[in-house]
């Protein structure tokens, strides 16, 4: 889901650059244009979205893996994997 959003973020910046470009270069912030400021809210989202990911993963996909490996090379015993 966070991937998702932060692609939409950085679409609807790309849209906006194309189709709006008036309204990314009126200031906001001392004089900082609209499209720099969501250019640089950009970053934060990215880094968001790479937290939230590899939180899911660890929760989530990890423990399966870890399932299907002990499937994929039962232990005979012998705390050895057989392979």
Known sequence: MATVVALGYFAVFLT????APALMARPVLGGLPTGLLLALVQVPVTWLAVVLFEYTARRYVDPLARRV???????DGDGKPRG
């Open 16 to 19: 906006l650059t194309v189709e």
């Open 69 to 75: 490996g002990r499937y994929a090379h039962p232990d």
